[in-house]
């Protein structure tokens, strides 16, 4: 599986990005798809994630009800919007693939095996 994730810059806090994670291989569309972000000088993170069909997801209690996660399989992309954005949401993000089950394993990147480059999110005050 190939990812690769765009629509990061620059926005005010305050304001609103959307990302997306473009997948390709033939069976991209079997694999749970994450997002995870890295601040300067910070561990990466757990962001968001979502199964195929849409009907199981998660969010990291930072972006919970800011953040929102849609897939779209007929385009095999995944997409993020990000509103309320806040300096603290500074980092790169980065999309990953995986077929862990469980709600606890989907947050670890340990368990993703497929990484995206990642893209550039600034948020200024």
């Known amino acids: 599986v190939q990812l690769q994730a765009s629509g990061g810059g620059l926005v005010q806090a305050g304001g609103s990005l959307r990302l997306s994670c473009s997948a390709s291989g033939r069976t991209s569309n079997n694999y749970i798809m994450g997002w995870f972000r890295q601040g300067p000088g910070k561990e990466r993170e757990f962001v968001a994630y979502i199964n195929r069909g849409g009907s199981s997801y998660g969010y990291a209690d930072s972006v919970k009800g800011r953040f929102t996660l849609s897939r779209d399989n007929a385009k095999n992309t995944v997409n993020l919007q990000m509103s309320s954005l806040k300096p603290e949401d500074t980092a790169v993000y980065y999309c990953?693939?995986?077929?862990?089950?469980?709600?606890?394993?989907?947050?670890?990147?340990?368990?993703?095996?497929?990484w995206g480059r990642g893209t550039l999110v600034t948020v200024s005050s």
């Open positions: 990953a693939a995986t077929s862990v089950v469980g709600d606890y394993y989907r947050r670890q990147a340990s368990q993703y095996g497929y």
